[in-house]
C-alpha cells in the first residue's frame, strides 16, 4: 500500500505528463492523454470520447413530461382542489418535475439570465419539499422525491445537499428504477472525494442493471479506483478487460495508456515487455509499450528504457510512430548534450542508429530530405511546447533564446524546404514570435511572401498580419510630431480598409481591430480631431460595450457639447457604475439645466426642472446639490405658484433643508409668505435650524392660525428657567415627540418645573398629531412618579382630546382609545372618574350612549365619580340630585332587564317542558376553554370586568373583522365571556346556544356537549 503522499505524487505526476501526449507533432495529438486526468477532477465530466455522460455527476432527469405553461396552470388548479394526500404528492411531483425541465430548457439559452433559470429550480425545490416534509407519502414516491431533489441541488451547485438527497433516495428504496442512476452519480461523488473504496463499491453495486454505455463508464472508473487504492493487480485485470471489450473504439487507446501507467508503478523494464507479448495483441503492444517509454521518460527521474526503446524499433511501425519514437529518443540526446546545436544532435543520432549492427538500415529512417523536414518540424513544435510550458526548459534558455531557436528552424525550413506544406503555418508562427530581432524577422517573411509567384487570399492575410505587427512597434515609439500622429493614423485607417475585406486580411482578429479603432481614437483625441474621435469610438461602443469605452465616448461628447446625447441614454445610466460616468451624466444635466445650447428667451421650464432633478438625484457633490437646489427653487419663483413650490419642498431631504445655504432664502420666502397671509405653507420651511428668526415666526404662525394653544406669556411657562425656556423652543418643531422621547429614556422622576415642560411639549404634540410617539409618552408617562396635580392634568388630557360625543365615531377609534383607558391602572381610572367631573350629568349619560358601551359597570364607573372640590354647597346637593335621578334611570334598565330576563326564563321552562331539543345542555367544566392563554393577552378577563359583556364582544368582533383571530377561537372566547356574565346558564347562554347552531359550529357543539351534564 502506498501512502498518502505517495498518492498525491502519483496524481502529480499524471496530471504534470499529460501535456506530452502524441504520437507525432503532425497527428495532432490523437492519443488525447491528457483526457484521463479529467476524472480526477471535480468540475469536469470524464471525456471518455465514445461514452456518452449526460453531465457532470451522472445524474439524468430523463423527464417525459409536458412542460407546458397550460400544464403547469392545470396542476396548480388541481392543487387548489379537493383532493387527497396521495393525489396531491403525487401532483406535487409532476409539478417538480415540470419546474425542472423549464430550468434545463432556459438553461440552454445563452443569453439567459442565471438568476432567471435558478428561479425554475428553486421552484422545483419548494414543490418536492412538500412532498417530502409531508410525512405521509409511501417510500417509492419519498424516494422519487429526494432524487428529483438532487437533480436540483446539482443544478443550484448545492453538492453536499446533492449528495445526501441522493444518498436518502438510494437508502429508501435501493431497487426504484432510478436506484442504478444514482449509484452511479454517488460513484462519481465519492471519487471527486478521494474515497476511492467507496466509489468502487457504488460503481458496481447496481451493474447488472446498467446500460451499455453506463457499464463502460463504471469498468473504466472502477479500474481507476483500483488504482489509487494501489491495488495494482486488480487495476491492471480491470484495464485489460476494457481493452478485451473495447477492440475498435478509441476507448481502447485511453485504456491501453492507463494500463502502461499502472505499469510503471510497480513493474520494471524487462516485465514490461513480457507483459506486453503474453497479454496484448502486436498493435496493442506497440502503443502499450509507447505509452510506458513516454511514462518513464517524463517520469521525475527522466529514465529513457532503451530495452522498450530497441523492441519498438524491431516492431512494423507507421513512419508518423517511427518519429515520435525517434523524437524520444532525440529529446533524451538533448537532455544529455544540452548544448549540442540541431546539426550536430541530428548527425550524432542518426549515426548512432545507423550503426547499431542489430537493426539494419532497412527498418530505420531513411535521412532522406523528406525526413529531414519532418525532424525540423518535430524541433519548431518542441520548442514551441517549451514555449508554451507544455514541455519542461531542461537547458534552462530564455524566452528569448527559445524564440530565436524556433525562428531559426522555422526561416531554415522556409529556405529549405519553399514548397512545404506548412510554409504559412510556420510564416504565421513566426510574426507572432515576439522577440528583440522581431521586425527584421517580419521583413525577412514579408520579402519571402511577396516573391511568391501567386498572391493568393493565404498570402496577403500574412502580409496584412506583418503590416499590423510592425504598426504596433511603430505605435509603441512616442510620437514627437503632429505630422507622426497623422501618418500613424493614415496606416491605420489603410489597415482596417484592408479588414473590411476579410478574405484578405483574415488573421486580423476582432480584438485586433478594436485595438486598430482603439488606438485610433487615442490620436485623433490627441490631435483634438473630437469628430473623427466620437465617429470612432461609437464604431468601437457597437460591438464592445464596457464601461472603459463608455467613459471615453460620454469624455468625448461632453468636449464636443453634446449633452442631450448623454442624458438621453436612460436605458445605458441604469448599468454604469463607474463614478467617473455618473459624474460626467450628472454635470450633463447640470449644463442643459443651465441653459447650455440653449437662448435665454427659449427658457423651457419643463426641461430645466427634469435636467436639474436628475443631476440632483444622482450627484454626490454636496455643495452642487445645495447649489442646484437654490437654483430650482428661484426659478420656480418664478414659473410657478407657492403651491408648487411647497410641494417641492416637502419632498426635499431633511439634510439638505438644514443647511445653512438655505436660512437666507427660508427668511426672504417665508416673508413673502406672511405677507401674502399664505400662513398654512409657513410651517413647511421652518425646521430645527440656528436661527432665531425662524423660530420666532414658527411660534408667531402657530398664534397667527389658532392652532397653538400654549400661551407663553403665562406664568407657569415663566417659571421655567431660561435654560429650560430655550431648551423647550427648540423642541418645538417637527422633531419634537421623538426629542421629548429620547430626553425621557433615562429619567426616572421629574421636578415640578420639568413636569411643566413635558406637559407644556405634549400638548404641543397632540397638535402634531403623531399617535405613534403619542403613545410612546403616555407609556413613559406611566412610569414616572410624578405629582399629583400634573398626573390629573395629564390624565385629563388623554379623556378631554378623545371627543366620544362625535356622531360619527368610528368603532376603530374608539376600540383603540377604550383599550387604553382599561389598561391603566385602578388609581389612574380614579383620576380619570375626577376628570368626568367637568362633564354634566347628561352629557355623560350622552357620551357612553352614543359609545355603546352602556353596561352596568359603565354606568357604576359614572354615577360613583366623585363631585369637583371646588363645588359649593348648593352644587354639591345638586350634583346628588342628578346622581340619584341617574341611579333612578339606572333601575328602572335594570327593571327592564329583570322583565326581559323572567320572560326569557319562562320560554327556557316551556321549552324543557316540552322537552324541545334546542335547550342548551348545562356545561360542567370550563377547562376546555380556559385553557386558551389567548384569553389572557387579549386582556378580554379585564375588558369584560370592567365595561361590561357588550363592549368585550364588541372588542372581540373587531378583532375577528381585522383577521388577528380564527374562527374557533373566536367562538371559544365567546363562549367564555357569555358564561362569566351568565354562571347560571340562563337566558344569555340559551341566545348563545342558538346563535352556535346559527353559525354552524358544529365540532363547538359537540365539545360542548362532551362537557356537559348530559
Known amino acids: 500500500m502506498i501512502d498518502h503522499l505517495k498518492k498525491s505524487l502519483l496524481i502529480a505526476f499524471v496530471l504534470c505528463f499529460l501535456h506530452n501526449k502524441s504520437w507525432s507533432v503532425i497527428s495532432n495529438d490523437i492519443d488525447k492523454l491528457g483526457e484521463s486526468s479529467k476524472i480526477l477532477s471535480k468540475e469536469e465530466k470524464p471525456d471518455l470520447k465514445s461514452l456518452k455522460n449526460k453531465d457532470d455527476n451522472a445524474l439524468d432527469a430523463n423527464f417525459e413530461v409536458d412542460d407546458s405553461d397550460e400544464s403547469l396552470l392545470a396542476i396548480e388548479a388541481l392543487l387548489q382542489s379537493d383532493i387527497n394526500e396521495e393525489k396531491r404528492n403525487s401532483v406535487l411531483i409532476q409539478k417538480a418535475m415540470i419546474e425542472l425541465e423549464q430550468g434545463y430548457k432556459k438553461k440552454k439559452i445563452k443569453t439567459e439570465k442565471k438568476e432567471n433559470i435558478d428561479s425554475f429550480f428553486k421552484k422545483a425545490k419548494a414543490s418536492v419539499d412538500q412532498v417530502i416534509f409531508n410525512g405521509k407519502i409511501n417510500q417509492n414516491k419519498l424516494a422519487y422525491a429526494y432524487f428529483i431533489k438532487a437533480l436540483v441541488n446539482n443544478e443550484l451547485e448545492e453538492f453536499t445537499e446533492k449528495k445526501q438527497n441522493l444518498e436518502k433516495s438510494f437508502k429508501i428504496s ?106 496484448l495483441k502486436s498493435q496493442n503492444q506497440t ?103 507544455k514541455l519542461p526548459n531542461k537547458a534552462n534558455l530564455t524566452k528569448e533564446q527559445l524564440l530565436n531557436e524556433m525562428l531559426f528552424h522555422i526561416k531554415f525550413h522556409l529556405s529549405t524546404f519553399p514548397q512545404s506544406s506548412f510554409k504559412y503555418q510556420l510564416v504565421k508562427l513566426g510574426i507572432d514570435a515576439e522577440t528583440e530581432t522581431k521586425n527584421g524577422n ?5 520579402e519571402l511572401l511577396e516573391k511568391e509567384k501567386l498572391i493568393n487570399d493565404e498570402v496577403k492575410s500574412l502580409i496584412c498580419k506583418i503590416d499590423y505587427e510592425l504598426l504596433q512597434t511603430k505605435l509603441k515609439e ?13 496606416s491605420i485607417n489603410k ?26 481614437f487615442q490620436l485623433y483625441f490627441s490631435i483634438k480631431d473630437y469628430q473623427n474621435a466620437a465617429k470612432t469610438i461609437d464604431e468601437i461602443y457597437q460591438n464592445n460595450k464596457t464601461e472603459n469605452i463608455l467613459y471615453n465616448r460620454y469624455l468625448i461628447y461632453f468636449n464636443l457639447g453634446m449633452f442631450e446625447k448623454i442624458t438621453s441614454e436612460v436605458e445605458t445610466h441604469k448599468k454604469v457604475t463607474k463614478p467617473e460616468i455618473k459624474k460626467i451624466i450628472r454635470e450633463s444635466f447640470l449644463k442643459l439645466a443651465q441653459g447650455a445650447g440653449t437662448q435665454k428667451e427659449n427658457f423651457n421650464f419643463s426641461n430645466y426642472e427634469r435636467n436639474i432633478v436628475s443631476f440632483i438625484k444622482t450627484s454626490d457633490d454636496k455643495a452642487k446639490i445645495t447649489s442646484a437646489y437654490l437654483d430650482y427653487f428661484e426659478k420656480i419663483q418664478t414659473s410657478k405658484d407657492s403651491n408648487y413650490l411647497a410641494k417641492v419642498w416637502q419632498g426635499i431631504p431633511f439634510s439638505e433643508k438644514n443647511d445653512a445655504l438655505f436660512i437666507p432664502f427660508r427668511e426672504r420666502l417665508i416673508n413673502k409668505l406672511l405677507i401674502s397671509k399664505e400662513f398654512d405653507k409657513v410651517n413647511l420651511f421652518i425646521d430645527p435650524v440656528n436661527s432665531e428668526y425662524l423660530n420666532f415666526l414658527y411660534f408667531f404662525n402657530k398664534q397667527q392660525n389658532k392652532n397653538y394653544e400654549i400661551d407663553f406669556n403665562s406664568s407657569s411657562f415663566q417659571k421655567l428657567s431660561n435654560a429650560y425656556k430655550n431648551y423647550f423652543v427648540q423642541l418645538n418643531s417637527m422633531t419634537a415627540p421623538q426629542s421629548v422621547n429620547n430626553w425621557l429614556k433615562n429619567k426616572k422622576s421629574l421636578s415640578p418645573s420639568e413636569e411643566q415642560l413635558l406637559f407644556l411639549t405634549f400638548k404641543l404634540i397632540q397638535n402634531t398629531e ?31 382630546k378623545f371627543d366620544f360625543t362625535k356622531t360619527t365615531l368610528s368603532f376603530d377609534a374608539y376600540n383603540k382609545k377604550a383599550e387604553q383607558l382599561i389598561k391603566l391602572s385602578s388609581s389612574a381610572r380614579q383620576e380619570i372618574s375626577k376628570s368626568i367631573s367637568k362633564y354634566s350629568l347628561n352629557q355623560r349619560v350622552e357620551i357612553f350612549r352614543k359609545a355603546e358601551i352602556a353596561e352596568r359597570g359603565t354606568y357604576q364607573f359614572i354615577i360613583e365619580s366623585p363631585a369637583p372640590k371646588e363645588m359649593t354647597a348648593a352644587e354639591v346637593q345638586d350634583y346628588k340630585k342628578q346622581i340619584s335621578e341617574l341611579a333612578h334611570d339606572y333601575l328602572k334598565k335594570a327593571d327592564e332587564y329583570k322583565v326581559l330576563y323572567e320572560k326569557l326564563e319562562q320560554e327556557i321552562k316551556h321549552e324543557a317542558k316540552n322537552k324541545d331539543l334546542n335547550r342548551p345542555p348545562r356545561i360542567k367544566s370550563l377547562e376546555w376553554l380556559t385553557s386558551n392563554k389567548e384569553i389572557t393577552e387579549y386582556s378580554l378577563t379585564e375588558i369584560h370586568n370592567n365595561m361590561g359583556l357588550r363592549f368585550a364582544i364588541g372588542y372581540l368582533d373587531f378583532l375577528k373583522l381585522q383577521g388577528k383571530i380564527e374562527e374557533n377561537l373566536f367562538w371559544k372566547i365567546k363562549i367564555y365571556l357569555y358564561l362569566k356574565s351568565d354562571p347560571k346558564q340562563t337566558i344569555l347562554i340559551h341566545l348563545l346556544w342558538q346563535d352556535l347552531k346559527a353559525n354552524k359550529q358544529t365540532s363547538l357543539i359537540e365539545t360542548w356537549i362532551k362537557n356537559s351534564d348530559n
Request: hydrophobic share 40%; net charge positive; with cysteine.
Open 770 to 800: 403623531d399617535p405613534q410617539i403619542e403613545d410612546s409618552l403616555k407609556a413613559k408617562m406611566r412610569t414616572i412618579k410624578f405629582e399629583s396635580h400634573f398626573k390629573n392634568k395629564f390624565l385629563e388630557s388623554i379623556l378631554s
Open 478 to 490: 512616442t510620437a514627437s510630431t503632429t505630422e507622426i500622429l497623422e501618418n500613424h493614423i493614415e
Open 442 to 446: 517580419l521583413f525577412f517573411f514579408k
Open 495 to 520: 489597415l482596417l480598409e484592408k479588414h473590411t475585406r476579410l478574405q484578405e486580411c483574415k488573421f486580423l482578429s476582432s480584438s485586433d481591430e478594436i485595438f486598430l479603432k482603439d488606438k485610433l
Open 287 to 389: 502503443d502499450f509499450l509507447y505509452f510506458t517509454l513516454r511514462y518513464f521518460y517524463f517520469s521525475p527521474k527522466k529514465e529513457f528504457k532503451s530495452l522498450i526503446f530497441k523492441t519498438l524499433l524491431n516492431q512494423r511501425l507507421t513512419a508518423e510512430k517511427r518519429i515520435a519514437i525517434l523524437s524520444l529518443h532525440l529529446n533524451f540526446k538533448r537532455d544529455i548534450y544540452p548544448n549540442l546545436n540541431y546539426k550536430v544532435a541530428l548527425n550524432f543520432t542518426m549515426k548512432n542508429l545507423s550503426e547499431n549492427s542489430i537493426y539494419p538500415e532497412s527498418q530505420l529512417f531513411q535521412t532522406s530530405a523528406k525526413e529531414i523536414e519532418s525532424i525540423n518540424e518535430f524541433f519548431i513544435k518542441q520548442y514551441l511546447d517549451v514555449i508554451l510550458k
Open 174 to 279: 435501493p431497487a426504484s428504477k432510478q436506484s442504478s442512476q444514482i449509484a452511479m452519480a454517488l460513484g462519481e461523488i465519492y471519487f471527486e472525494e478521494n474515497n476511492y473504496k467507496q466509489a468502487y463499491e457504488y460503481f458496481n453495486i447496481k451493474y447488472k442493471e446498467l446500460s451499455a454505455s453506463q457499464k463502460i463508464i463504471s469498468d473504466y472508473k472502477s479500474a481507476w479506483c483500483l488504482l489509487l487504492q494501489s491495488k495494482y493487480d486488480q487495476a491492471v485485470n480491470s484495464f485489460l478487460k476494457i481493452i478485451e471489450k473495447n477492440e475498435g473504439s478509441s476507448l481502447k487507446n485511453d485504456a491501453i495508456r492507463d494500463l502502461a501507467y499502472a505499469m510503471t508503478l510497480f513493474k520494471k523494464e524487462n516485465e514490461m515487455i513480457q507483459f506486453a507479448a503474453k497479454n
